[in-house]
């Protein structure tokens, strides 16, 4: 095994031959070079299948195969729905002061509220919908427990048997 040749003159970290550099005070005093940083970026390419979100990431309980599953589905579903709600009902109240602002043609602040509610109305609208959904993911969890309860008892999976009750006798 054979060593690479040795450098002919000594490295000058990028100074010219002749020149004198220190690279103490070129990096900044006691720099440290050789500590660097260091960051990955996973990305996972191709289209979201079934029960996937456009993230990659699997939506909780889309497989459907046990009240477990539906529960969870339901549950994630509405808390997005609640985050949703409450992002655009802030952008709706924050639009709403900055178009407040706004002066009309005429150079007068007379009719801006009037028409900063009028656009940011749909924005509100679509709040309002999200707000709903939250309702009714909660209403089909809800339901689906009572439509299947009987089911869910023969199965006996997810849900705690109930003990019998004993009565309080002295013998």
Known sequence: MSTPPRPRTAPTNGAQPGSVTNSKSRT????????????KKTVVQGAAGVGQSAAGGKVPGSDFMSNEDIRAFCEYHR??????????AMDADHLESILRT???PNGTLGG???????????????????????????SLYGTFEREFESDLRTIGKA?????????????
Do not use: H, M
């Open 28 to 39: 900044g005093g006691g720099f440290n070079p050789s500590l660097g940083v260091s960051v």
């Open 79 to 88: 808390k997005q729905s609640r985050n949703g709600a409450t992002e655009l």
């Open 102 to 104: 706004i002066r009309d």
């Open 112 to 138: 801006s509220r009037a028409r900063a509610r009028r656009v940011t109305r749909w924005l509100k609208k679509a709040a309002a919908a999200d707000k709903a959904k939250q309702k009714y993911f909660a």
């Open 159 to 171: 849900r705690g048997q109930q003990n019998p009750t004993r009565s309080f006798g002295w013998r």
